[in-house]
């Protein structure tokens, strides 16, 4: 059974920085699509960043330019540097891994961002 646990969360003023962390318990190269989500009381999870297994990255609209997702192969570490944070980036975020050979989605448990105006 493969663990995420992520990492990094906070209070933050508007305008602050935040980088989260998600931890894998293992190699996640072997991972095809790894991403973060974030979610609200009351609302759907919604995705935010993602990062393939080639490197690249794709990010929803409301973040571009101001998020930028990473990893670190050697430490199966993913990463979301969350700069110019604004209050409606409040959410409790969730990384997750995808295996196309076990056609199976991990998750984390997630940790709470908190931006304050």
């Known amino acids: 059974q493969v663990q995420l646990v992520e990492s990094g969360g906070g209070l933050v003023q508007a305008g602050g920085s935040l980088r989260l962390s998600c931890a894998a318990s293992?190699?996640?190269?072997?991972?095809?699509?790894m991403g973060w989500h974030r979610q609200v009381p009351g609302k759907q999870r919604e995705l935010v960043a993602g990062?393939?297994?080639?490197?690249?990255?794709y990010y929803t609209d409301s973040v571009k330019g101001r998020f930028a997702a990473s990893r670190d192969n050697a430490k199966n570490t993913m990463y979301l540097q969350m700069n110019s944070l604004k209050p409606e980036d409040t959410a409790v975020y969730y990384c997750?891994?995808?295996?196309?050979?076990?056609?199976?989605?991990?998750w984390g448990q997630g940790t709470q961002v908190t931006v304050s105006s």
């Open positions: 293992r190699n996640i190269f072997s991972f095809n699509n």
């Open positions: 990062i393939r297994r080639d490197g690249t990255t």
């Open positions: 997750s891994a995808f295996d196309s050979a076990l056609r199976t989605d991990y």
